[in-house]
């Protein structure tokens, strides 16, 4: 029985929270049949999205204007959980706490949500490696340039949902009284905002000269964070690093890259992303079997577009167009994302 509907004093009603996460996005409908690359998942870990463990909401309330007066953030596991607001209109942005690389910021004097990974100091990538013949012979060469982008870690999973001008009403028959609360039930779908790219390349007359990778690759030009609350990307690019592992069976390389995706833009609104002028590198090491190694450089720009939310990209290198040098040497990877030895005049490339 429902208690007494008179009583006009302030009463909280609990939000009973259902924020179901997306997990089969678009770009995974289909991605298993153009992988082909052998890929471990107890050795390498999960191809696709991971469901979050815990989740953030931001609340604000909204005045007789539509406007934001106060802000405040609960935490809870899982995700679905209860918590209590006042009547009135409420604006609500979920997103997953659940990671060790994200970070999150409030815009200065904005209701924005951003979140982002920090960059690579200069120490780490300076042991880390991918410089070019020039520079690792000649450690003061002008070749040194600065760098054109930062490195920044590569996120992770990362899953949100805005819900604009929810009422939680006076009208208590709109609510369930179940013990001694009353409880409203609200559904809602989080998306990913951290976007995957699996990578794999195609060795063409290899005979067995390339052996695998010791630098992993870099993909540049990625956005370096995203506002949680409409989805836009920044317009500041950042390169993202990885590992490379090799198929010995198939003459593979492959690679997976969790990024913010393309700069400037809306993934899920076409018209934002053909707006963005952004250009991607796919930046290789390859290790060959006489202990030498090279970087080649390969524009996945087109590639990298046409999936703005991620999927599989697929390449074809011939191996005669990038051969080993003389054996012996070559070791060490230090890698200055633009300093890193380019690799393409004649390369074949099949996408």
């Known amino acids: 029985m429902l208690p007494p509907l008179h009583l006009r004093e302030s009463v909280k009603a609990a939000i009973e929270m259902d924020a179901k996460v997306n ?16 890929w471990d998942v107890s050795v390498l870990g999960p191809l696709g999205y991971s469901e979050p463990t815990g989740m953030r909401v931001h609340v604000y309330a909204l005045d007789s204007k539509r406007q934001h007066k106060y802000h405040e953030e609960l935490n809870f596991y899982g995700t679905s959980s209860n918590f209590p607001l006042f009547f009135g209109t409420y604006d609500l942005l979920f997103h997953n706490n659940d990671s060790g690389a994200l970070q999150f910021r409030q815009e200065e004097g ?7 990974t920090r960059v690579i100091s200069k120490g780490l990538k300076d042991a880390a490696p991918i410089q070019s013949v020039e520079q690792k012979t000649n450690p003061r060469s002008e070749a040194r340039a600065p760098e054109a982008e930062p490195v920044i870690l590569m996120p992770d999973d990362l899953f949100s949902l805005f819900d604009q001008n929810q009422e939680i009403s006076e009208d208590l028959t709109k609510y369930e009284f179940i013990d001694g609360k009353y409880v409203i039930r609200i559904e809602g779908e989080l998306f990913p905002s951290t976007y995957i790219y699996l990578v794999q390349i195609k060795l063409v007359n290899n005979g067995d000269r390339v052996v695998g990778s010791a630098g992993g690759a870099a993909l540049t030009g990625t956005s370096s964070s995203v506002n949680l609350r409409n989805r836009q990307t920044s317009p500041e690019t950042a390169s993202v690093m990885t590992d490379v592992y090799f198929d010995s069976v198939n003459d593979m390389l492959g690679a997976r890259f969790m990024t913010f995706g393309i700069p400037g833009c809306n993934p899920y609104d076409a018209a934002s992303v053909a707006a963005s002028e952004s250009t991607h590198f796919l930046v290789l090491n390859v290790s060959y079997g006489n202990g030498t190694y090279k970087n080649i450089r390969v524009d996945v720009t087109d590639q990298l577009r046409a999936l703005p939310l991620g999927g599989v990209i697929t390449l ?19 890698p200055l994302i633009d300093e890193w030895e380019q690799e393409t005049g004649g390369t074949t490339i099949k996408r």
Request: proline share 5%; no cysteine.
């Open 23 to 38: 997990v089969t996005t678009m770009w995974q409908i289909n991605w298993s049949a153009q992988w082909t690359f052998r």
């Open 110 to 116: 904005a209701d924005d949500i951003v979140a982002f």
């Open 316 to 334: 074809e290198l011939d191996v005669n167009d990038f051969p080993p040098e003389g054996g012996g040497g070559g070791g060490g990877f230090e």
